[in-house]
């Protein structure tokens, strides 16, 4: 039996992660696109990964690749044979884009357009088709009225979110241009233990653990009255498989349907730690982006209805876990300048 192949971009990212491990159980063999970097960026896959020399039946090989680069893509494409790609490779952090904005649109708008091109090439010379999931992001959205559904008109209100309008798309247009098969995925926020320490919900996790533990004092935050969908990310890359395996190519909301402020984030986890997080968390206005998104919540009856879809992690079950796994990295870490304190002070001692 010919197992199916899928190619992800953006692998060692917490999405890419995930994804691989469920595409690895489902039997497929995985091909994972990483950028080159002096530093190894593949801690969030390492305990799937071995090396093709040691391994030679191992079904998770990867790739030196960038979507800044048309030429390397095809090259990926070739050795690859996907059945499926997963594009999720992005600069996908919202404030970051403000600083970035051309590299942002770059590798998420014009590098959605170079992966696209490099597939409809691919095809037309092989006959194949390859079915192509591309991420969007609820942040398309921006400042329309909640909740929001494929039918609600985007108003982006970031460089991220432009650059993620424009390649949602460019997957529409190559859809009904080339008849190439594109599902465009709106995913509404998603986190995790593995999510970027950069990224609000697990910048409130690692500090206040930390806190707990006597390594930190303070936390500085941003707006703490946005509201955000947040859902479990292990769920939401179900969605993504989900969708390529519908009859036809379509494009979903994939959100859990509630609201929740930062602030709701801060009190849920400090009731969790029984720790008064207004004691050490402290506003910067160094953190409000130029252009607010107030209030995102996605209606995801499309994705319910036509694919089965729905959520098994509530807001508290996420809060929860991420603070887990936290706790363990803060007791990890007090334990570790503890034995360092004490060898410091044998050392005074001989």
Not at 26 to 37: A, D, E, F
Not at 63 to 79: A, I, N, P, W
Not at 140 to 150: R, T
């Amino acid at each position: 039996m010919t197992r199916k192949s899928a190619l992800i971009t953006g692998i060692t990212g917490q999405d890419g992660s995930y994804l691989a491990e469920l595409l690895l159980a489902k039997g497929y063999n995985v091909h994972g696109l990483i950028r080159r970097s002096s530093q190894f960026t593949t801690g969030r896959i390492e305990h799937l990964y071995s090396d093709p020399l040691d391994d030679p039946d191992t079904r998770l090989r990867l790739h030196f690749g960038d979507l800044s680069d048309g030429t390397g893509l095809r090259r990926v494409l070739e050795s690859a044979q996907p059945d499926e790609i997963y594009n999720l490779g992005a600069q996908s952090h919202v404030k970051v884009s403000f600083s970035q904005p051309e590299y942002t649109a770059d590798t998420v708008a014009v590098g959605t357009l170079r992966l696209l091109e490099a597939v409809r090439d691919h095809c037309q010379l092989t006959g194949r088709e390859i079915r192509i999931y591309q991420a969007g992001s609820s942040e398309m959205f921006g400042a329309a009225k909640p909740a929001q559904s494929e039918a609600t008109p985007f108003h982006p209100r970031s460089p991220y979110a432009v650059s993620k309008v424009a390649a949602h798309w460019y997957g529409v247009n190559y859809r009904e241009a080339y008849n190439l098969f594109v599902s465009n995925g709106i995913l509404f926020n998603h986190e995790s233990p593995r999510r970027g320490e950069t990224f609000v919900t697990r910048k409130i996790t690692r500090a206040l653990t930390r806190i707990k533990f006597g390594l930190q004092e303070t936390l500085f935050l941003g707006n703490l009255d946005a509201l955000r969908d947040w859902g479990f990310a292990g769920d939401y890359v179900e969605a993504m498989w989900m969708m390529l395996q519908h009859d036809v190519p379509d494009d979903f909301v994939i959100a859990t349907g509630q609201a929740h402020s930062v602030r709701d984030f801060l009190d849920i986890a400090g009731e969790i730690l029984d720790m008064d997080w207004q004691r050490c968390v402290k506003v910067d206005p160094r953190y409000f982006r130029p252009a607010e998104v107030d209030h995102l919540q996605g209606n995801a009856s499309k994705a319910t209805q036509t694919l089965g879809w729905t959520p098994t992690h509530n807001f508290r079950d996420l809060v929860r876990m991420m603070l887990e796994h936290d706790l363990e990295l803060a007791r990890n870490e007090r334990t570790l300048r503890a034995a360092g304190q004490r060898h410091l002070h044998l050392a005074e001692v001989a």
